[in-house]
């Protein structure tokens, strides 16, 4: 079965530091990998996407992601944090071309002026 | 409207009424989806359907009915429901074509509360 963890269900950081999400999964096949973001009282809109190919994936609002299957991660990073970041974010793992999506419990990203 | 609508917003209702939550993608999409998203829990799938039969239903109690009249629109039809089914119902639709894995894209939510 796959599974996702989010360390730190909170990450405070300040406006113009680097931004660090971790996501580790487990899945028995390689998988596709996906980053959502939720801000307060919207849905989930998608950052980013790995399925094959180059292992640095980059994203909208700067956001980029690399997958390391050795160390079976996919955490998200933003060089430099803007207060329009705050929001929460999730990591998601599919292996199946179907989008049977199994989702981490999120990391609220606070940043602070 | 763009993108997929959902309504209610917010819905209060007690343990002995029925209700409806309704979602519709103007997205052209061919299939949909129900998550339910709890307080410091994962976002569970619920139902899933594609070209409008349900393909997926996780073990989900039987006072959660789903129905898909047609691709744009689908409902969760609530009722006897529990004060722990409190939640954020989230709808989603993607395009699936084979094995090709395709963005879902969700709509606002339904913010339930049962008392």
């Known amino acids: 079965a796959q599974s996702v963890t989010q360390l730190g269900s909170h990450v405070s950081v300040s406006e113009g530091a680097l931004v660090l999400l971790r996501c580790n999964y487990s899945s028995s096949v390689p998988p596709y990998l996906f980053w959502y973001v939720q801000y307060p009282n919207q849905g989930l809109q998608l950052l980013l996407k790995y399925t094959t190919g180059a292992t640095l994936v980059k994203g909208i609002n700067g956001f980029e992601a690399e997958f390391k299957k050795s160390e079976t991660s996919f955490h998200l990073t933003k060089p430099s944090a803007h207060m329009s970041d705050a929001a929460e974010y999730f990591c998601a793992v599919s292996n199946t071309g179907f989008q049977k999506l199994v989702f981490g419990t999120g990391t609220r990203l606070l940043v602070s002026p | 409207e763009t993108g997929v609508t959902q309504t209610p917003r917010h819905l209060v209702m007690g343990m002995t009424n029925k209700k409806s939550l309704k979602c519709e993608q103007h997205?052209?999409?061919?299939?949909m989806y129900w998550y339910k998203q709890s307080a410091k829990k994962p976002l569970e799938l619920m139902f899933v359907y594609s070209l409008e039969e349900r393909v997926e239903n996780n073990s989900v109690p039987s006072r959660f009915s789903p129905e898909c009249p047609n691709s744009s629109h689908l409902f969760l039809h609530l009722h006897t429901l529990q004060p722990e089914d409190s939640a954020l119902y989230l709808c989603?639709?993607?395009?699936?074509?084979?094995?090709?894995?395709?963005?879902?894209?969700f709509g606002p939510g339904t913010r339930l509360t049962v008392l």
């Open positions: 997205l052209g999409h061919n299939a």
């Open positions: 989603a639709s993607s395009q699936e074509s084979g094995t090709r894995t395709n963005e879902q894209f």
